[in-house]
């Protein structure tokens, strides 16, 4: 068992559809990151949210932490097929950074 | 500047075999890491440091063994490799826990 279930797991979907992918937790985590992974590289961060309740916006993509801080969510408008990847939720406590297992993302132009 | 390097990208050891895996990083980051990734998984922490001569065990330390002997390096070994240990290895490094910055992986396979 994860500490950090993400949902969906697999997301295939047309270009310019909405979509959002969640992050759910039973831990506080101090923050919480959103990493971007192509194939065959590592994860690129996208964000980074610290406070309850917070939101913040990357062009197309918004992020939100919980208030409680134990989940997130990301939400893609109109998602292109740049989005395509696998997206990551990792949550940080003390020293150590946990990883959701990840959504894998497709979108079909 | 070149990031996080890692080295090799690719490798087969068959099954008691022991090796490192190189991770160097040149951003004076104090705060270095790594990382198996297997399917469906995610990313699980192997062994992280907070700087030269300190480092802790992560969520799935057994097996391998890690130094700081500098800032810049940070190398992975396995003692002698299983089947179990095949999977793609990444280092990231930061300066603080949060912004971490990956290396482009080394996939290795345990026959």
């Not at chain 1, 039973?26 to 939101?55: A, D, H, I, K, M």
Request: aromatic fraction near 10%; hydrophobic fraction near 30%; charged fraction near 15%.
């Amino acid at each position: 068992t994860q500490l950090l279930e993400q949902s969906p797991q697999f997301l295939s979907i047309q270009e310019g559809e909405n979509l959002t992918v969640y992050c759910n937790s039973s831990s506080v985590f101090s923050s919480l990151q959103w990493y971007r992974q192509e194939p065959g590289e590592g994860p690129v961060l996208l964000v980074t949210v610290v406070t309850g309740g917070e939101v913040k916006k990357l062009k197309r993509l918004t992020f939100q932490f919980g208030d409680a801080r134990k989940d997130s969510s990301l939400h893609i408008t109109a998602a292109q097929p740049g989005d395509t990847g696998l997206y990551l939720c990792a949550g940080v406590r003390g020293n150590m950074l946990t990883f959701g297992g990840g959504t894998r993302l497709m979108v079909k132009p | 500047n070149a990031g996080v390097t890692q080295t090799p990208k690719f490798q087969v050891l068959k099954t008691g075999q022991s090796m490192t895996l190189q991770c160097a990083q040149d951003m004076n980051h104090e705060y270095m890491s790594w990382y198996r990734q297997d399917p469906g998984m995610g990313l699980r922490l192997i062994h992280y440091s907070v700087g030269a001569g300190i480092t802790d065990q992560g969520e799935v330390p057994n097996g391998y063994n890690v130094s700081r002997s500098t800032t810049e390096d940070f190398p992975l070994r396995l003692l002698s490799a299983a089947p179990s240990q095949t999977s793609v290895y990444f280092c990231a490094s930061s300066l603080n826990r949060y912004e971490q910055y990956f290396g482009p992986g080394t996939r290795l396979t345990v026959t």
